[in-house]
């Protein structure tokens, strides 16, 4: 199975190939430029490096949110793009899901955290569990499910904290929330925490095709035409609309 994978919901743009297990390219890259300067760039930059016809692949995997507004919409317009033109079904993966899957088998638990501004954060708890076909067969690799103890929110970090000392375990932060709120989480957390490290701790393709490839068998497909992007909120214009209209 071989799946293009997009991720533009945050300050990152990631492109990603992957077949079966193997991840054939991904190019990934937070410097200054939009992402509608970046993203059909890169995509067509690593399709003409693993000569690749994208005719060939068999769907279309996309960051479906939340995140940044303006991100999701070039991410969701772009996926919608491709997946009329090459009639390839698409597959909207959670934002703060693929972020989780960064992390692949700890056995913390993992909390992304994307800055949301107005004081929250897109957040959510999760944690890998063994696959219980696999634990304690002879010569066989173990693998991990990704399990959500908490789904996608947006909270405000206040609120998030007292569901994790609640929880009383050891978590791994990943996201750019991380530096926004790093004095908070360094006064209010009660338990032990680390931060994800540079090559870990922001969006990646790759996760998010890894994801894709799980939910396609799982039949979680949609056609350009149905997929939209979940954005958890009203964008700064709605709300201020909606003011206006009160």
Known sequence: MKIAALDSSGLVASVAIMEDENLIAEYTIQYKKTHSQTLLPM???ITKMVELDLSTIDAIAVAAGPGSFTGLRIGSATAKGLGFALQKPL????????????????????????????GQVYTGIFEFSEDAMKVGTENMPIS????????????TMEELIVKLNELQRKVIFVGDGIPVFA???????????????????RQSAASIAALAQI????????????????????????????????
């Open 183 to 201: 004095e908070t989480m360094k006064t209010e957390l009660k338990i032990p925490y680390h931060l994800a490290p540079a090559h870990r701790n």
């Open 215 to 246: 939910y396609y068998e799982q039949g979680k497909i949609q056609s350009a035409e149905e997929h939209e992007p979940e954005y958890l909120r009203l964008s700064q214009a709605e709300r201020e609309r909606i003011e206006k209209e009160k």
């Open 43 to 45: 995509l067509d930059e």
């Open 91 to 118: 597959i909207g993966v959670p934002t703060i899901e693929g972020l989780a899957y960064n992390m692949y088998g700890t056995d913390e638990l993992v909390c992304p955290i994307m800055d949301a501004r107005r």
């Open 144 to 155: 991990y499910h990704l399990q959500t103890i908490v789904p996608q929110c947006a909270i």
